[in-house]
Nanobody, 123 residues
């Protein structure tokens, strides 16, 4: 499956953005879909994941209550709604897919990656 992320941009602190990740090929409805992010000089970090089947969601503590991950299987798209953005949310955001039965929180466990979309939050 190929993944294409979009929706990044420049926003002021406190603002909102919605990222999208469209899947091409594969059986999207059978993939856990996740978002990761990487800031300059930092390692890639887990942001959120939504499981296939029951749509269970898991979030990093740093974004819990501000970000919401969702999916539309008919459109083969996963979304990340980001509210109350902070300068520390500035990063390149990647979507990733995994066909396992359980949630994974490490990037190495994902076999499919999008190209990344840049989010910049100004103070």
């Amino acid at each position: 499956v190929q993944l294409q992320a979009s929706g990044g941009g420049l926003v002021q602190a406190g603002g909102s953005l919605r990222l999208s990740c469209a899947a091409f090929g594969g059986t999207f409805s059978r993939y856990n879909m996740a978002w990761f992010r990487q800031s300059p000089g930092k390692e890639r970090e887990f942001v959120a994941v939504i499981l296939w089947g029951d749509d269970s969601t898991y979030y990093a503590d740093s974004v819990k209550g501000r970000f919401t991950i969702s999916r539309d299987n008919a459109k083969k798209t996963v979304y990340l709604q980001m509210n109350d953005l902070k300068p520390e949310d500035t990063a390149l955001y990647y979507c990733a897919g995994d066909s396992s039965w359980s949630p994974h929180f490490r990037g190495i466990e994902y076999g499919y990656w999008g190209q990344g979309t840049l989010v910049t939050v100004s103070s």
